[in-house]
């Protein structure tokens, strides 16, 4: 396998890690349990600043599709169309996300961000994290589910209909759990129920990824109450 272009500036570079949830599941929480990985930086939320991208590099490999498979004339509303270069874009649309939004230090060993606005991607949810998969180095999924009820009761959620975020959280679930089916070795399910009782419920992840477990730093972790 060719080096990553991503090692270029990150030399040390494992992977890129990502939790996929939606709100008030319990993710702030693993994102700090993640971190204990040596060399692990996750961003916070960009308001699913990737969704863009990945429209934009679709737009334009459909218009590289549709309209430059030959050279369009200066008269052409396409004209330049064949001169449209979409996985270059792809990669330098990205390279800049890393550049200027999650900026990670040059030592890094993993690097990502948590974001739960997947919603409305519909069935085109793992069609986003497939180009994330394609762009990113060894992208891995760390997926986050909780109870409903629990979700609902959160004050970020009070002026929603309690039906409503119950079938968003069922609907999400399933997705989550249709992607981990079909690519086990590129992401894992967890339960907030789970590791913020026991943070053993998290081994397999770091197995998975290879890395230490450092139970007491996690314990310590979950003895701290957010401010959010």
């Known amino acids: 396998m060719s080096e990553h272009r991503l090692n270029k500036q990150y030399p040390q570079l494992k992977r890129n890690l990502f939790i996929v949830t939606y709100g008030r599941s319990g993710s702030t929480l693993l994102q700090r349990l993640v971190?204990?990985?040596p060399g692990c930086m996750l961003r916070g939320e960009n308001?699913?600043?990737i969704e863009g991208i990945w429209q934009s590099a679709q737009r334009a490999r459909k218009t590289r599709a549709t309209w430059g498979k030959q050279a369009q004339p200066e008269l052409s509303p396409w004209y330049g169309?064949?001169?449209v270069r979409p996985l270059v874009y792809a990669q330098a649309l990205i390279d800049a996300m890393v550049a200027h939004v999650l900026r990670p230090p040059k030592d890094v060993r993993y690097f990502g961000f948590k974001e739960i606005r997947y919603i409305?991607?519909?069935?085109?949810?793992?069609?986003?994290l497939d180009f994330?998969?394609?762009?990113f180095k060894d992208a891995f999924f760390i997926f986050n589910t909780r109870n409903a009820e629990d979700v609902k009761e959160s004050a970020w959620w009070k002026n929603k209909d309690p039906d409503h975020i119950r079938q968003m959280v069922a609907t999400m679930d399933r997705r989550f759990a249709d992607y981990h089916a079909a690519n086990p070795d590129h992401s894992e399910l967890l339960s907030y129920e789970e590791f913020s009782k026991d943070p053993n419920a998290l081994r397999p992840l770091f197995e998975k990824l290879g890395e230490p477990f450092k139970e007491e730093q996690m314990t310590r972790i979950l003895s701290e109450k957010l401010k959010h």
Do not use: G, K, V
Not at 120 to 128: A, I, K, S, V
Not at 132 to 135: I, W
């Open 132 to 135: 994330m998969r394609m762009h």
């Open 47 to 49: 308001f699913n600043a």
């Open 120 to 128: 409305t991607l519909d069935d085109r949810f793992p069609e986003l």
């Open 81 to 83: 169309a064949d001169e």
């Open 35 to 37: 971190q204990t990985i």
